[in-house]
């Protein structure tokens, strides 16, 4: 005689769970970038950084939204915490000295403070000499 075994039911995945994944993973794989880059030496600016910290906060939230739990509510404020920080610091340091215009011939140099290559502090005092002075400026690549 044959036994009847009922068809098992399919368990349905949790609403939001593709989400959560999804977001907790590009934020954790855009500070694993970050850290790559770093250690490779390549300093150029990490823009992707807070783009992917903003998508994984986005796609937590919508987790969070779709389901809430306090292990969602946690990893949005964690990863939204973690992509304003990112924002915050490059937009800071992206911003320009206010203009003041340029420098007229015959005219003293306006003040200004910077650090020369070797470390020191470079002035505009630094250039006050008995001979003429020609400063040019070279933007380059480290």
């Given at each position: 005689?044959?036994?009847?075994?009922?068809?098992?039911?399919?368990?349905?995945?949790?609403?939001?769970?593709?989400a959560?994944?999804?977001?907790?993973?590009?934020?954790?794989?855009?500070?694993a970038?970050?850290?790559?880059?770093?250690?490779?030496?390549?300093?150029?600016?990490?823009?992707?950084?807070?783009?992917?910290?903003?998508i994984?906060?986005?796609?937590?939230?919508?987790?969070?939204?779709?389901?809430?739990?306090?292990?969602?509510?946690?990893?949005?404020?964690?990863?939204?915490?973690?992509?304003?920080?990112?924002?915050?610091?490059?937009?800071?340091?992206?911003?320009?000295?206010?203009?003041?215009?340029?420098?007229?011939?015959g005219?003293?140099?306006?003040?200004?403070?910077?650090?020369?290559?070797?470390?020191?502090?470079?002035?505009?005092?630094?250039?006050?000499?008995?001979?003429?002075?020609?400063?040019?400026?070279?933007?380059?690549r480290?």
């Amino acid at each position: 005689m044959e036994t009847f075994t009922p068809p098992r039911a399919r368990s349905k995945p949790l609403p939001g769970r593709l989400a959560a994944t999804l977001g907790a993973s590009l934020g954790i794989l855009a500070i694993a970038a970050y850290v790559v880059q770093f250690s490779a030496h390549m300093w150029t600016v990490p823009w992707y950084l807070p783009i992917l910290g903003s998508i994984a906060a986005a796609l937590l939230l919508l987790a969070l939204v779709m389901r809430p739990s306090w292990k969602r509510a946690f990893l949005v404020l964690m990863f939204g915490t973690i992509a304003a920080g990112e924002w915050a610091f490059l937009l800071s340091f992206t911003l320009l000295p206010p203009y003041t215009g340029p420098v007229a011939v015959g005219q003293p140099m306006p003040s200004f403070r910077s650090m020369a290559a070797n470390g020191q502090p470079f002035t505009n005092e630094s250039l006050r000499a008995d001979r003429a002075t020609v400063m040019t400026f070279f933007r380059g690549r480290w």
